[in-house]
Structure formats: C-alpha cells, structure tokens
Nanobody, 124 residues
Framework: QVQLVESGGGLVQAGGSLRLSCASS????????MAWFRQAPEKKREFVAA????????SYADSIKGRFTISMDPAKSTMNLQMDNLEPADTAVYYC?????????????????WGRGTQVTVSS
C-alpha cells in the first residue's frame, strides 16, 4: 500500500511561482510512474506531468510545457512540481498519483494510488 500527501499549494498572483511536493509512504519501485494531475471546477481531471521514480525523461502537458518542471527525490520519497510563470488558467486542485504499470502516462485510469490534492489559485 502507498500513501501520497501533497503540499505547497496556495494563492499566488499571475506570473508568480509555487513549488508543490508529494510525499510518499509505503513501497514504491524505481520503474513506477509518478505524475501530477489537476482538476478545475466543473472540468475533467487533466494530466500535468509525469516521470519514473528513478528519474530520467519526463512528459508534460502542452499547456504547461516550459513553465512547470517535475523532479524526483527517491532518497526522501518525494516528488516535486516547480511551477513558474503561473496563469489564472492554472487554478485547480493538484493531485499526485503513482502507477505500478502505466504505459500511458496521461491516462488517469492507469494510476493505482492518489493523494487528496492541494489547491492552487492564481489571481489575475
């Protein structure tokens, strides 16, 4: 069993930055996929970014590419999302997720474990 807890959300003005963290407890393996998703009110949950626990190549949604950076710290069992140049459209609840066997990183249905989310609000 794996527990995921997000932190770092908050209120920020457009153009500002936030750093989200996801702390993992339980067994995670180097080939597991870790990801960030987000969900705005009345919208579907959408993919933000993903990478393997072991690091390496990452995948990003087009809407945030060049502004957000995902990183892993397996020694601390933590995943981070650095968000720069934030826009009001980035306002959402951000969730971290872990998949044991995902081959389609952007599909939320392939993730086995989810955190409860952290709210990010970007004011204009």
């Amino acid at each position: 069993q794996v527990q995921l807890v997000e932190s770092g959300g908050g209120l920020v003005q457009a153009g500002g930055s936030l750093r989200l963290s996801c702390a993992s407890s339980g067994r995670a393996f180097s080939d597991n996929t870790m990801a960030w998703f987000r969900q705005a009110p009345e919208k579907k949950r959408e993919f933000v970014a993903a990478s393997r626990w072991s690091g390496g190549a990452a995948s990003y949604a087009d809407s945030i590419k060049g502004r957000f950076t995902i990183s892993m710290d397996p020694a601390k069992s933590t995943m981070n999302l650095q968000m720069d140049n934030l826009e009001p459209a980035d306002t959402a609840v951000y969730y971290c997720a872990l998949s044991r066997f995902s081959v389609n990183w952007s599909n939320p249905g392939t993730y086995n474990y989810w955190g409860r989310g952290t709210q990010v609000t970007v004011s204009s």
